[in-house]
Structure formats: structure tokens, C-alpha cells
């Protein structure tokens, strides 16, 4: 059975930093790209960054490139989102996903349904 389960959100002043996991069971995890997404009250749900499977590349959201830092333990089978600077937009819930395993690389951020398997999200509030 697929888990994805997302850690570490809560309530942090602007400019601050948050770091969130992501545990995953249930399928090959070293061969599977994963991402996260996040969606805000009365917006789309959108792509902020990806970690491909083997090959290290990661790809990030123009909104969060060089803020944001996406890493992968595969051995835990976690990925991580280091979240810098935040921001009151960067207020959302985040969402944790798995594209198909043995996939060469990540889907497009720009298209959710790229991605098979979803965690139950997690709130993140940028707020002073």
C-alpha cells in the first residue's frame, strides 16, 4: 500500500525558515521522482519543487528558486523541503507526491495529474 506522509508544518514568522518531510512506503522509492505542491485558499493547486529519482536533479517553482531547497534520504525513504525567507504568500497547504516509479525524470510541475500518489497535506501559515 502507497504512504505518503507529510511532517513540519505549523505557524512561522515572515523571513523565517520551516522544514518539512515527507515518508514514504509502499513502492520504489530511489526510483521514483517525488515533489511537493502546495495549495492556498481560493487558488490552484501548484508545483513547487521535485526531486528526480537516481540522477539528483531537482527542479523548483520560479516563486521559490533560491528559498527553498528540496532533498531526498533514501535510505529513510524521506524527502525534504527546506523552506527559507518564507513569506505570507507561502502560506498554503503543502502536498507531498509521487510520479510513476522508474520514471526518467519529474513531471512537469505545471501538471498535477502527472503525479500518482498523493499525501494527506499539511498546513504551513506565514504570519507574524
Known amino acids: 500500500q502507497v504512504q505518503l506522509v507529510e511532517s513540519g508544518g505549523g505557524l512561522v514568522q515572515p523571513g523565517n525558515s520551516l522544514r518539512l518531510s515527507c515518508e514514504a512506503s509502499?513502492?520504489?522509492?530511489?526510483?521514483?521522482?517525488i515533489a511537493w505542491f502546495r495549495q492556498a485558499p481560493g487558488k490552484e493547486r501548484e508545483g513547487v519543487s521535485c526531486s528526480a529519482s537516481r540522477d539528483g536533479t531537482t527542479y523548483y517553482a520560479d516563486s521559490v528558486m533560491g528559498r527553498f531547497t528540496i532533498s531526498r534520504d533514501n535510505a529513510k525513504t524521506t524527502v525534504y523541503l527546506q523552506m527559507n525567507s518564507l513569506k505570507p504568500e507561502d502560506t498554503a497547504v503543502y502536498y507531498c507526491?509521487?510520479?510513476?516509479?522508474?520514471?526518467?525524470?519529474?513531471?512537469?510541475?505545471?501538471?498535477?495529474?502527472?503525479?500518482?500518489?498523493w499525501g494527506q497535506g499539511i498546513q504551513v501559515t506565514v504570519s507574524s
Open positions: 509502499g513502492f520504489p522509492f530511489d526510483y521514483t521522482p
Open positions: 507526491a509521487a510520479g510513476a516509479p522508474y520514471g526518467s525524470s519529474c513531471p512537469s510541475l505545471s501538471n498535477m495529474w502527472g503525479y500518482d500518489y
